[in-house]
């Protein structure tokens, strides 16, 4: 019972490097998403994907990018990290239709 | 655009107290509403869902009915236990959208 897993669980980076979150989901799902969560901010959508080898703008791109080459995979880049990219990233899968999401357990990244 | 309100946390009962949190919505059309918990250190799963007007959402004595003319979702719950202490988010998704909506979150502490 996979479901929806991340790696890592917890990563510091300074200020300028390079890493990518990875998200793996066992549900033959179409969707998959992006989210940040910030203290009292919720989550907010960065990219999102409606199948293999689509990817789409959520409500904070800015400063990632994304990739999804098998449908069973959804990656995130933060190309150059800021300290603003400090904040806990959840992946979410859905079927079709997204009536549902199913979360990952979330990565908890710190930019020093 | 669409947005979800959610009532400031933290919330503070003691067991076997009654519990509401308060949710409102904006949104065009007839969008589907969620209830999701996240406990702590976990991804959030859903909790209670409705998709259409007056429909009421039930799951592990906690309760949601959609009300279109006051653009509300309230989660409620009769008698609180220790271990529904976690955030509350409350979410909606247009039809034919594929994004969802989140609201900030309300977290809820129950005491003994």
């Known amino acids: 019972n996979a479901g929806v897993t991340q790696t890592p669980k917890f990563r510091v980076l300074k200020t300028g490097q390079s890493m990518t979150l990875l998200c793996a989901q066992d549900?033959?799902?179409?969707?998959m998403y992006w989210y940040r969560q910030d203290p009292g901010m919720g989550l907010r959508l960065i990219h999102y994907?409606?199948?293999?080898?689509?990817?789409a703008k959520g409500e904070v791109p800015d400063g990632y990018n994304v990739s999804r080459l098998k449908k069973q995979n959804f990656l995130l880049g933060l190309e150059s990290a800021a300290p603003s990219q400090t904040s806990v990233y959840f992946c979410?899968?859905?079927?079709?239709?997204?009536?549902?999401?199913?979360f990952g357990a979330g990565t908890r990244l710190s930019v020093l | 655009g669409d947005s979800v309100t959610q009532m400031e946390g933290p919330v503070t009962l003691s067991e076997e107290a009654f519990l509401t949190i308060n949710c409102t919505y904006t949104a065009t059309g007839y969008p589907s509403l969620f209830w999701y918990v996240q406990y702590p250190g976990e991804g959030l799963q859903l909790l209670l869902k409705a998709t259409k007007a007056d429909d009421k959402g039930s799951n592990k004595g906690f309760e949601a009915t959609y009300r279109k003319e006051t653009t509300s979702f309230h989660l409620e719950k009769g008698s609180v236990q220790v271990s529904d202490s976690a955030v509350y988010f409350c979410a909606l998704r247009r039809d034919n959208f594929n994004k969802f909506y989140f609201g900030s979150g309300t977290k809820l502490n129950v005491k003994p």
């Open positions: 994907s409606v199948g293999e080898g689509t990817t």
């Open positions: 979410a899968s859905s079927p079709l239709p997204p009536n549902i999401q199913y």
């Open positions: 549900m033959n799902h179409e969707y």
